[in-house]
């Protein structure tokens, strides 16, 4: 028999349709198809009608089953919020580096002194398999709870060829016990480990020769990350990297423009970037190449905010005809959080986005950041039910609350995982 479920009478279905093909870009940001009093139904998982009110009643009547009925009088649906950057696999924590940064320490001269990431390089060597495991399906708990329904995960804290495959090898544990889908991206090329401080090409070899390979033989990833900066991976290293993972069917993402403008965005056109991460200091030449290859700005306001930094230029991408989406970036040391509504609520206020634009990149222009828009990311028929309902009567009033979790109902392939706010049930996954 089909498991059907009914959500019905909403004040407002924000769908995001029409952005499938292509991720959407400058005033299409904002075209984000609300449907007044509008209904959804999912069956065996995927959406069936998309309609109003009247519509649906007509069409549920043909249904044989038993129907899940949700009433959503007086708050909006829209799809399930889609996180397409994080780090969410590691092993300890990094709090102390508040206090140093508050004392004028630089996130960067952290790392350069052995500390930030490769702090958690060590607690993650540290961590079995399954410790990770059940580190993170606390983090995928809080994400659900905040109207998350895929993440993207990247390795990068392991920094040797047996814990960077643990690490994805977690993630993909976790994609099959998890009620979040996981999308896995391998991020060898995070850190220079203290081993090859003396002699990074030979870890870029590492990862080129030995990593790469592996991780592509195991499937294990679908993404090649680098985080291409001043004093970590060099532009020649990082083209290196993302064109040998291109090889082995892995697509190019990148660290980019983050601390010091370095034509990563530029290098992001060049490969064939998916899409380019963070960009803070991207210049206008790197602005107007990614608009013409059509790569992705994942943009990260949470991180400006978090390590007091200006965040990134998002008007004048968006101006510009690049596709923007918006992510936590969560990981321990700059940006530790799971709320992706907070972070479209600096969006707003930080970046100038409006309501309308947060909401399409953190849903369609997120799914085509991590290549599932044909899945997920809108609420068209055929696509799974990945739905939240928020407490809120209009889209407007997701970001003028800020925040606060509106977060009501979240319903992943037409299961009800949260209601009321709280985790239903949710399996802690075991080995
Ligand atoms: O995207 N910039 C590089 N990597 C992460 C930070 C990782 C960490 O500090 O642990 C980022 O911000
Ligand atoms: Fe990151």
Do not use: W
């Not at 249904?63 to 092993?91: E, M, R, W, Y």
């Not at 047996?162 to 993630?171: F, H, N, S, T, V």
């Not at 056109?269 to 700005?297: R, T, W």
């Not at 849903?363 to 290549?371: E, P, Q, R």
């Amino acid at each position: 028999m089909s498991s059907i479920t009914y959500i019905r009478c909403a004040s407002q279905l924000i769908t995001v349709r029409g952005g499938t093909k292509e991720p959407k870009r400058a005033q299409d940001m904002s075209d984000i198809g609300i449907i007044e009093h509008g209904s959804v139904v999912v069956e065996n998982g995927l959406i069936t009608f998309v309609g109003s009110d009247v519509e649906a009643e007509r069409y549920v009547h043909t249904l044989n089953g038993h129907i899940n009925t949700i009433d959503a009088s007086g708050k909006i649906v829209t799809p399930g919020l889609i996180d397409a950057h994080t780090h969410i696999v590691f092993g300890g924590s990094r709090e102390k580096e508040l206090e140093m940064r508050l004392n004028g320490a630089k996130y960067i001269d952290i790392l350069k002194a052995g500390g930030g990431i490769l702090q958690t390089t060590t607690s993650t060597r540290e961590a079995t398999e399954e410790q990770l495991i059940q580190e993170t399906s606390k983090r995928l708990n809080r994400f659900l709870q905040y109207g998350v329904t895929t993440v993207e995960a990247k390795s990068g804290y392991g920094l040797t060829l047996e814990d960077e495959l643990k690490q994805l090898r977690a993630a993909k544990k976790l994609d099959e016990r998890h009620p979040i889908d996981i999308v896995s991206t391998f991020m060898g090329a995070h850190a220079v480990p203290v081993e090859y401080k003396e002699n990074p090409d030979e870890f870029v070899r590492l990862v080129i020769e030995e990593m790469i390979p592996r991780v592509a033989e195991e499937n294990l990833a679908e993404f090649c990350d680098v985080f291409c900066e001043e004093g970590v991976f060099t532009i020649q290293q990082s083209e290196q990297i993302l064109e040998a993972g291109k090889r082995y069917g892995l697509k190019p993402k990148i660290h980019a423009d983050e601390i010091v403008q370095f034509g990563g965005a530029e290098l992001a056109a060049k490969v064939g970037a998916v899409s380019a991460d963070h960009l803070l200091q991207v210049s206008d030449e790197g602005i107007k190449q990614m608009a013409k290859s059509g790569v992705i700005a994942v943009l990260l306001p949470g991180t400006a905010f978090f390590l007091m930094e200006k965040p990134a230029n998002a008007r004048k991408m968006i101006e510009a005809g690049v596709p923007v989406a918006l992510s936590t970036d969560r990981n321990p040391g700059s940006s530790p959080t799971e709320s992706l509504p907070f972070i479209m609520n600096l969006a707003c206020l930080t970046m100038k986005m409006t309501p309308a634009e947060v909401l399409t990149a953190c849903t369609i222009n997120a799914a085509h950041a991590i290549g599932k828009a044909d899945e997920v990311g809108s609420i068209e028929v055929g696509k799974k039910g990945d739905l939240v309902l928020f407490d809120a009567p209009n889209y407007q009033t997701l970001q003028y609350n800020y925040a606060v979790n509106l977060v009501d109902t979240v319903i992943k392939k037409g299961q009800v995982i949260v209601e009321g706010g709280a985790l239903r049930d949710v399996p802690v996954p075991t080995t």
